[in-house]
């Protein structure tokens, strides 16, 4: 078929493509090479021809053509990207290729996410993820949120934590340094971070919530739908290593009814076990201060979030009023202690 093709249409370039995967198949290599080359030269975004031509690029140490065609597929064939980027972590372990990749996507290249994407899919690709990101960090089109985020999530997964909470310090906005802790952003201001180690929240059809940091609202606003609140999305990633903490909460309520509990809770990502519940209590007050103790032991990674014992969505576990958290600390216990 390709070749009866390519006799009526010497000047299609998919024929010369096809006919290169049947002598590639046939192991005619040397043959094989021509015609996608051809392919090529007829047709600059033919995609089977530039797959072959980067793979062949990666093999023979043409770094910098195998970019040069990672540029062109990703322009014009950008959700094809899968078939090729388990070669990403090889390519990019060359400096050259390395130095070649870099340049475009400092210039804010269009693919760019795509390549942090695939490398943070892969642990070999880790590593160069997190290069990456850190010399875009100064470049006039640093790294957006969701690229640092998808690395975090990488490293994450990987179980290599520490090196996921480097990558978020060393990536934060200058304005944001300042609001590190055991807990970051421990007085609840807006911030652009959205890191799993920054407050993930959202609204639910339980409750609203808000992060302002204008007194005297300052904190995180949490009202209550007269809805069973069973999934509340205000939570935090935690490293912590092994030794006594303290968990801290200043708490404004009003008119708070929570029929099956409220807290925060503080657990084990890995293994899975509960370490912490902070109860918050009904009712209405002011500038309340609430902490408990606790201990973190065989636990890598950790998770502080507020929670309810609500299971079942029934209308008799309704939730209401409101309730301000105008900040949540943790402090290691032999440190507090010595202070006092």
């Given amino acids: ?112 996410g795509r390549i942090l994407y695939a490398l943070a899919r892969q642990e070999e690709g880790l590593g160069i993820a997190y290069r990456l990101l850190l010399d875009l960090a100064d470049s006039d089109h640093p790294p957006e949120r969701s690229e640092i985020e998808a690395v975090s999530r990488g490293f994450i997964a990987a179980k290599r934590y520490e090196e996921a909470y480097r990558l978020f310090r060393f990536t934060l906005p200058p304005g944001e340094h300042d609001q590190g802790g055991f807990v970051y952003n421990a007085s609840f201001q807006p911030a652009s971070a959205t890191s799993p180690f920054a407050w993930q929240y959202r609204n639910t059809r339980a409750a609203e919530i808000s992060l302002t940091d204008e007194a005297p609202l300052a904190g995180a606003t949490v009202r209550f739908l007269n809805a069973p609140a069973r999934d509340i999305v205000l939570r935090q990633t935690l490293l912590l290593s092994p030794g006594r903490y303290r968990l801290l909460a200043k708490v404004d309520a009003s008119n708070l009814r929570a029929p099956r509990s409220l807290y925060w809770r503080v657990g084990c990502l890995n293994p899975k076990r509960e370490l912490l519940r902070l109860p918050v209590p009904e009712g209405s007050y002011r500038d309340q201060n609430f902490e408990a103790s606790f201990v973190v032991d065989g636990c890598a990674l950790q998770q502080i979030g507020l929670a309810t014992d609500v299971i079942s969505e029934s209308w008799q576990n309704r939730y209401s009023g409101q309730v301000r958290f105008h900040s949540l600390r943790i402090e290691k216990e032999d440190l507090a202690e010595a202070e006092r």
Avoid: C, N
Wanted: hydrophobic share 45%; net charge positive.
């Fill in 1 to 112: 078929m390709a070749t009866s093709g390519l006799a009526i249409s010497p000047v299609d370039s998919r024929f010369h493509s096809l006919l290169g995967e049947v002598r590639l198949r046939m192991g005619k290599k040397e043959e094989a090479d021509r015609l996608f080359r051809q392919a090529h030269l007829l047709s600059r975004t033919e995609i089977d021809a530039l797959q072959h031509l980067m793979v062949r690029a990666i093999d023979t140490g043409d770094y910098a053509g195998a970019v040069g065609h990672i540029d062109v597929l990703l322009r014009r064939w950008p959700k094809r990207a899968g078939a090729w980027t388990s070669l990403l972590p090889r390519l990019l372990s060359d400096h050259g290729a390395y130095e070649a990749m870099v340049e475009p996507m400092r210039e804010g290249a269009p693919w760019r």
